[in-house]
């Protein structure tokens, strides 16, 4: 999809032929609908439930031919097919150690092959979540694991969301498919959370409702999902469609990897207090009034300190995997501050597995007491 969306932009007339009923199959349904329509309208041709048979082309500088399971005939300048990958492990010994070569490696949550007390696996190879971004992030859990197992120090703990566990492989895996409108998701969706037990409910939304929408551009079309967990008040996925609507996945990531609790997703709101720099109610008691507050609920985490965290999604930015929670740099935004005390603008706010909310804070030229802050 993105390179059509690529080719068609740069005038190419494309054709899509797709296997499967239809765009983006492990994303939201209306995620694929949006794209494909948006390729339509700038003048792309899409079939689904088609193969390609053949391929001929006569002459080196000629035109090429699809042929297609149903008969068709498609001529073009060119053509590019998306493969899929293989796993490259033929060649590696598999066998001396019981594996079979050329197969994709089964890991556990440590990312250590099973059957095996000493392999490791990480990135593609293990084929649980085919990402540049989550083979790293195995990786980190990989070598936490292995040094844990090796020095038994600290206790090896693969619990869901602990320091040797890749649990976000299969319940927060983000990702952005850069076509146009962009689309973005983390976590589960509608179909998976229900499939897998959880009594969920799907919060949409437009975000051509957003007041920003109009400032980035006219006639803004999207749409957004956020799928809760009403058992626990957590969020289980989210997804996002729309133009430049990649830049909302990472609060959205946070709040779904930190299980941060979130009454403001469509349940009732427990507070109903206003910024003062803004002026805008930071809860809501239906869902996201503004795609910010899909995070909102992390001022919650923070209220010890008598700091909120209000603001644009795009402000939370640079979260990182932190020792079994998500370090999240503050980035020295004007906070709202309810009571009098220092804040310091680099501070960091650690949200760790238990919920709870710990400062940790970076070296800087000079704190600001809160009316300062809010001055400023």
């Given amino acids: 999809m993105e390179m059509a969306t690529v080719w068609q932009a740069l005038g190419a007339q494309v054709t899509l032929l ?20 948006a390729l339509t309208e700038a003048g792309a041709t899409i079939r689904t439930g088609v193969s390609v048979t053949a391929v001929e082309r006569p ?48 890991v556990d949550d440590s990312c250590r092959v099973e059957g095996t007390d000493w ?88 975000p051509a409702s957003v007041a920003g929408a109009s400032l980035y551009a006219d006639g803004y079309k999207g749409r957004a999902r956020m799928i809760v967990d009403l058992d626990r008040e957590i969020l289980l996925g989210v997804t996002f469609v729309g133009p430049g609507i990649g830049e909302l996945l990472h609060s959205a990531t946070v709040a779904v990897a930190g299980e941060v609790p979130s009454p403001a997703c469509g349940t009732p709101s427990r507070r109903t207090r206003r910024s003062a720099r803004c002026g805008c109610g930071c809860w809501r008691r239906t869902a996201v009034k503004r795609l910010s507050h899909v995070v909102a609920q992390l001022s919650d985490r923070a209220r010890e300190r008598h700091l909120e965290l209000c603001g644009e999604v795009s402000h939370l930015l640079a979260g990182r995997m932190h020792g079994g929670g998500l370090e999240v740099p503050l980035l020295g935004r004007r906070p709202v501050v309810d009571a009098p005390c220092q804040v310091d603008v680099a501070a960091r706010a650690v949200f760790r597995r238990d919920r709870q909310v710990a400062f940790q804070g970076a070296p800087v030229a000079r704190s600001f007491p809160a009316a300062e802050i809010l001055g400023q």
């Fill in 18 to 37: 797709i296997r499967g009923g239809g765009l983006l199959p492990k994303m939201e349904p209306f995620a694929g609908e949006l794209v494909a329509e």
């Fill in 59 to 106: 002459a080196p500088d000629g035109p090429v031919t699809a042929v297609l399971d149903d008969g068709t005939r498609i001529e073009a300048d060119e053509i590019l097919f998306a493969t899929g990958r293989a796993p490259r492990t033929d060649d590696l010994g598999l066998e001396t150690v019981g594996l079979e070569p050329g197969s994709w490696l089964t």
């Fill in 119 to 206: 392999l490791y696996a990480v990135g593609d190879v293990n084929h649980r979540a085919l990402l540049t971004h989550q083979g790293k992030y195995q990786a980190r859990i990989a070598g936490a694991a292995i040094t844990a197992r090796a020095r038994r120090t600290p206790p090896l703990d693969t619990a869901p969301w602990g320091p040797h566990a890749a649990t976000a492989d299969h319940r927060a895996v983000p990702q952005v498919v850069f076509t146009d409108p962009e689309a973005a998701s983390v976590g589960l969706t509608l179909a998976e959370a229900e499939h897998a037990g959880h009594r969920v409910r799907a919060v949409d939304y437009d």
